[in-house]
């Protein structure tokens, strides 16, 4: 469609996908998305902690779990979350749940399960080592074969606070838990019991101490998966028996009235995403978002996490006694600081200082602890960007101790193509989005800047050919995936806050397909690109999709009314040279000055049109033609990433602290 028709349809499709975020806004200021996110996953292993903890007062939820296991097999005899690829993790532990609780009644559904499990890989296709031990587990509790032994958790690692909280982060309730289970059933030597005795009371502490600060309600971060895992290994241990009772209680209020148990709530990861597409589009002032201002503030946790070693100051993703994220904590404060208020408001004082207490050495962060072990829950490219946008905006300078450090970090830690990786989103487009923006707002060396270009570069290469960006991964052998909503608005803003003009033809086919895509009920189709499990477990989110989309669709449309305005201020100032010449040369003429003079010093009609912009679209961007042709896109240079990010495109970053949420 012509420029003027892709300018209308862009502000008609941030005006109705404003509109339809709103509409899932909440009595409470809460963002809430679907009223259902059922998980085969976490079914399969809040039956089996069942199964252990309660079985005979769990028995009527037990049977209708395993009815919707069982009718919710997919026909290649695996499952996953709705819009999701078949996955091995979630596979493997459905069919040792069914496998353990109704054997016969399951038995062809097993069978076809392990089929499936095998022809995805095994237990080899699963990425994460604590997941392939939990595969061994559940198979062990079922009596299914399975691949190696049973790793030992040694329970004296937590007679060490400091390490162990390194190691595992968020996990560390989960292994205390597991590690307890062990201890009750593992035959040691002298020295090994000796040991147990020693560490099964700070176990039980780091326990209870994450029970007792959600308000002991049984379960933990509201999440059914943590609280099924934690119940399962409390109940082998034979520990904490009114834990595990309680436990067990809050499992079945979990459980759906179909029989399955829901992903998680993400009352915080949806209000983010939301709030900060809608404050993009102009709806700051907005009276309806004022009691979300409260709803984030109420989020807040006012108290530490002691089991973790963390302070107070954080948010979480769900509950107001969510466990910690950095990622939402950038997030929330950033969304605060502006709205009405942000620059006083003591929860962004309080959210700031919690990110700088937990900044790792090394200058990232990481989810939860400092300094946590890398991969897992350990630092990442992405969070670290999304904190430096934070500290950005809340005023602090490119020369700030805690960016400087971070922007040095980011450059050590992008891959030789030039991409960064995310914790909770697949492929390396978010990541890589998120950093081109920290580095190009905060870069100040030759090697930032360098590192801003491989970094846009590897956007513009991995654009597909329709305006839209997916992971690159493969359906089949020479079959790219489609390109998905929210990684086209991921890469959209990335590239628009680094310098590059909305004018482009690729950023202006990334915009067209991103109005092309939107519903008829203003949102857009989610993708699998979240993940629950890093790498193992992934699920497709309404409120992710649109917040993304409406966000980088309102960021293009500030870009394109702010290059508009730069070249209307060329024009006037290019019009007013030549009236000014105008006046000269009449007054010359009218004084008798021989017509030689304007010409000798250079004032005539040829000098003022030098003077003013002749391409004012690419001038204001910084952009040339020299970029990759076969993108379609023109390069912005590589000197001139940072100082545009922040200057000529001001109005379309000024409200861009926060991104892509949401997760687990």
């Known amino acids: 469609m012509p420029a003027s028709a892709l300018t209308e349809s862009v502000g ?138 049973q790793r030992r958790l040694p329970l004296e690692l937590l007679l060490f606070p400091g390490l162990s909280r390194r190691l595992l982060s968020l996990r560390l309730p989960i292994y205390a838990s597991q590690a307890l289970a062990q201890s009750a059933h593992r035959r040691r030597g002298p020295a090994g019991r000796a040991l147990d005795r020693l560490a099964r009371p700070r176990a039980l502490a780091i326990v209870r101490d994450a029970y007792e600060r959600e308000g002991a309600t049984g379960g933990f971060s509201t999440d059914p998966w943590l609280t099924g895992l934690i119940c399962l290994g409390l109940a082998h241990s034979g520990q904490a028996p009114d834990l595990v009772s309680a436990a067990a209680r809050w499992l079945r209020s979990a459980a759906g009235p179909d029989g399955s148990w829901d992903l998680m709530p993400l009352d915080v990861t949806w209000t983010n995403f939301a709030t900060a597409a809608l404050i993009e589009a102009g709806h700051a002032d907005d009276p309806q978002l004022i009691g979300t201002r409260e709803m984030l503030h109420r989020h807040q946790q006012p108290e530490p996490f002691g089991a973790l070693g963390c302070p107070a100051g954080y948010w979480g993703f ?12 950038a997030e929330s404060s950033a969304i605060l600081l502006r709205l009405p208020g942000g620059a006083d408001d003591r929860h962004v004082r309080a959210g700031l200082a919690w990110l700088t207490a937990t900044q790792d050495a090394a200058g990232s962060w990481s989810l939860a602890v400092r300094n946590s072990k890398p991969g897992g829950f350990g630092p990442c490219p992405q969070m670290t960007a999304k904190v430096v946008g934070a500290l950005l905006d809340s005023g602090a300078g490119a020369d700030d101790p805690r960016v400087v450090r971070a922007v040095r970090w980011l450059v050590g830690r992008q891959r030789p193509d030039g991409s960064y990786e995310a914790m909770w989103y697949r492929g390396g487009t978010p990541g890589t989005a998120a950093a081109l923006e920290a580095l190009s707002r905060a870069g100040r060396t030759e090697e930032h800047h360098r590192a801003a270009a491989r970094a846009r570069d590897w956007l513009l290469r991995t654009r597909h050919p329709d305006g839209s960006w997916s992971t690159g991964e493969r359906t089949g052998p020479v079959t790219t995936r489609r390109g998905t909503v929210e990684e086209t608005a991921w890469a959209l803003r990335g590239l628009l806050a680094a310098g590059l003009s909305p004018t482009d033809p690729g950023l202006a086919a990334a915009a067209r397909w991103l109005v092309d895509a939107q519903r008829a009920d203003g949102g857009w189709t989610p993708a699998p690109v979240n ?132 997760r687990r």
């Not at 769900?318 to 904590?329: F, G, I, K, Q, V």
């Open 531 to 662: 993940e629950y499990i890093r790498g193992c477990a992934r699920y497709a989110d309404d409120g992710i999709a649109a917040g993304l989309a409406v966000r980088a669709l309102a960021h293009y449309r500030s870009a394109e009314a702010a290059e508009a305005a730069e070249a209307a201020e060329a024009v006037e100032a290019t019009e007013a040279m030549r009236e000014s010449g105008s006046r000269r040369e009449t007054g010359i003429r009218e004084s008798g000055t021989d017509e030689t003079g304007p010409r000798e010093t250079g004032v005539d009609e040829s000098g003022p049109r030098e003077t003013g912009p002749r391409e004012p679209s690419i001038r204001a961007s910084g952009t040339r033609e020299t970029g990759p042709r076969e993108t379609g896109m023109r390069e912005t240079s590589t000197r001139d990433i940072s100082a545009r990010a922040s200057g000529t495109r001001e109005t379309g970053t000024r409200a861009s602290g926060t991104d892509e949420g949401g």
């Open 12 to 149: 008609t499709a941030v005006t109705t996908g404003a509109e339809a975020l709103l509409a899932h806004r909440r009595d409470d200021g809460a963002f809430v998305f679907g009223a259902h996110h059922a998980s085969p996953l976490n079914t399969a292993g809040a039956l089996t902690a069942l199964h252990f903890a309660d079985p005979e007062g769990s028995a009527e939820t037990i049977e209708r779990g395993v009815t919707w296991l069982c009718e919710n097999q997919r026909d290649d005899g695996g499952w996953a979350m709705r819009s999701v690829p078949t996955e091995p993790l979630t596979t493997a532990l459905a069919a040792a749940a069914l496998q353990l609780l109704a054997p016969r009644r399951a038995a062809s559904a097993v069978r076809a399960a392990r089929a499936r499990f095998e022809e995805l890989g095994g237990s080899a296709a699963v990425p994460e080592p604590a997941m392939t031990a939990l595969i061994r587990q559940f198979h062990t509790f079922a009596g299914l074969p399975h691949e190696g032994a």
């Open 318 to 329: 769900s509950s107001p006694r969510s466990w910690p994220m950095a990622l939402e904590t």
